[in-house]
């Protein structure tokens, strides 16, 4: 049996210790929700089945391949440690589990977790032994519009936009070894303005101090060790530049210069922890004519609608070559950057973007329904979202709503403006050096960075004029409001944010759709008018749908297989002006 998914799982955040768990878990489904009173977190339970972890039970790739509604999940799997454990502690990570999972260690409770997009870790050193160990997972997971999902579909076939549900372990496991105090948290906040680096540093409070070693292409840059405030630390480093006449490396999609980090904490005696990490050197900002700019000079963004399904694996990249292959193929089509649409991707796929020079919107997957519930299941998983991809320069902006989904009666509701309000200061609460799209798409508010446009109409004929600012205000484009009551455009920049999703005809087949409908001429040229039309009008950019086709829908510009549909030069003559 192949074992997929064993490169290190979180390559922005590396420790040098590690065990992967990827592979062969044990596994059953549980749907009469038994397994508590039947004792299956203890080791004398037989599970009945075999799953190949990190791929979801209704994926191809995890060898279940069951896509009936299954509320409750059971993992387990033997571990013996390797010899690298000995004299530390053990740190069990998760890059994600959808949604809610109970963990024991050796039949011992050890964590429980709940948001299906989060990467979270739990200390099971108490629990473990010096041979074999058990780790069992209940995971609980039903058709609840109340909780982020996404392009998850709450039915079991999937239906116009939306696709498989995914749910159990789909991002990777595995195992770490620190100190008795370890890195639990990071923010590294650059200001390309003043040249300075804010660390901000969040440990159990049991080391001493920190040391800090920044360098550039194997140059070293700075170095500087600091006492510790207890479990919560600010250090400012100034990045002096290498000479007087050219800036620090600033990053960019042309030059995505990485600045590598080391971070040490220590005790009096030892060194407790080792992380190594990176960051970019960059500035997202609105000028003074509200004109959205990269390093100080306006952006005019390229995006392509990204997905993150796979054909066998659904959520989840059989190997991390795919995100590196589907960023170059997107620049070699003519696109600076991606919409992760409703989904909160693999660490790899970051870690290359950042890599490659690709600029990335960070999108809050949706609840479909509007109370309590789903209001406090929003703000909990939006905080981790933005926590989590924090760091990575890649990340130009934060969307935490999707054209009223879960927020259906945003146009005249004041409680559901007033949530989407409060969740566009969230992110201002949280991190003031991105831009937020509040509701992209339609009924936009007035707490927004810019203005959002979805429009799939088949010709831009017309789009100069009726996408004039002084337009906006009247606009009902996809027969959807595009200012919500009460709210009045203030100048921001306009965004194309979803337009396109044309099927090209000679790839059609039957069964399957498209949301743009299908190009009768010649599909570059179809393109390409319409392109041309969007570039004389007011926008600040765009974004197409979509980089592959996913499911029941044939308007990717690449197959289910990742593979391009017509010669990509062509595209680049297109997209790439």
Request: with cysteine; proline share 3%; net charge negative.
């Amino acid at each position: 049996m192949m074992i997929l998914r064993q490169e290190y799982p979180r390559p922005h955040f590396a420790r040098t210790t590690w065990q992967s768990l990827n592979g062969p878990w044990y596994f059953d489904f549980d749907d009469d929700d038994e397994g508590l009173s039947h004792d299956f977190h203890l080791e004398t339970h037989h599970f009945s089945r075999t799953i190949i972890v990190p791929f979801a039970p209704q994926s191809v790739t995890g060898g279940i391949n069951d896509e009936n509604l299954h509320d409750v999940m059971w993992y387990q799997k033997k571990v013996t440690l390797n010899g690298n454990f000995e004299n530390g502690r053990i740190l069990l990570c998760f890059n994600a589990i959808d949604s809610e999972a109970t963990i024991w260690v050796n039949g011992k409770f050890a964590a429980f977790h709940r948001n299906g997009y989060s990467s979270f870790e739990s200390d099971i050193s108490d629990y473990v032994n010096n041979g074999e160990n058990t780790i069992t997972i209940r995971v609980k997971d039903g058709y609840d519009t109340t909780q982020p999902r996404g392009k998850q579909f709450w039915k079991v076939k999937p239906e116009e936009c939306w696709y498989t549900a995914t749910s159990g372990i789909w991002q990777s496991v595995w195992l770490e070894k620190v100190g008795i105090d370890y890195l639990v948290g990071l923010r590294m906040t650059p200001d390309i303005d003043t040249n300075f680096v804010l660390f901000e540093l969040e440990t159990l409070g049991k080391a001493e101090e920190a040391e800090i070693t920044v360098s550039f292409a194997g140059r070293p840059v700075k170095k500087i060790t600091f006492t510790l405030d207890g479990k919560y630390t600010k250090q400012v480093i100034n990045l002096k530049e290498e000479n007087s006449v050219y800036e620090v490396h600033l990053w960019s999609p042309e030059h995505p210069n990485l600045y590598q980090v080391r971070i040490c904490l220590k005790s009096a005696k030892n060194d407790l922890d080792v992380v190594n990490t990176y960051f970019g050197m960059r500035k997202i900002s609105l000028d003074e004519n509200q004109r959205i700019c990269l390093n100080n000079i306006p952006l005019y963004q390229r995006l392509i609608l990204d997905q993150g399904y796979f054909k066998d694996g659904d959520l989840t990249a059989t190997s991390i070559d795919q995100f590196e292959k589907d960023i170059g193929l997107a620049k070699k089509m003519g696109f600076n950057g991606a919409r992760k649409h409703q989904k909160i991707e693999d660490p790899y796929f970051y870690h290359y973007a950042n890599k490659m020079g690709f600029l990335v919107w960070g999108e809050m997957p949706s609840t479909y329904e509007f109370n309590h519930n789903s209001v406090k299941n929003n703000f909990s998983q939006f905080i981790d979202l933005i926590n989590q991809l924090y760091n990575h320069p890649s990340i130009i902006c934060w969307v935490p709503v999707n054209e009223s989904w879960g927020a259906r009666k945003a146009l005249v509701d004041k409680a559901q403006q007033s949530m989407i309000k409060s969740l566009y200061h969230l992110c201002k609460t949280l991190d003031q050096t991105r831009i937020v799209s509040a509701n992209d798409g339609w009924e936009n508010i007035n707490e927004t960075d810019f203005i959002s446009i979805h429009d799939y109409a088949f010709s831009a004929d017309g789009f100069e004029e009726k996408y004039k600012p002084e337009n906006i205000q009247k606009l009902y484009p996809m027969s959807r409001k595009l200012m919500a009551n009460g709210e009045i455009y203030r100048g921001q920049s306009m965004i194309l944010t979803e337009f396109g999703g044309f099927a090209i005809k000679e790839t059609m087949t039957k069964g399957l759709y498209s949301y743009g409908g299908v190009a009768k001429t010649d599909f570059v040229k179809h393109l390409e008018d319409f392109l041309n039309t969007i570039r004389r009008a007011s926008f600040s950019g765009f974004v197409y749908t979509q980089l592959t086709d996913t499911k029941q829908e044939a308007n990717g510009l690449l197959d289910a297989e990742h593979q391009p549909k017509i010669d990509i030069s062509l595209l680049n003559e297109v997209f790439g002006k």
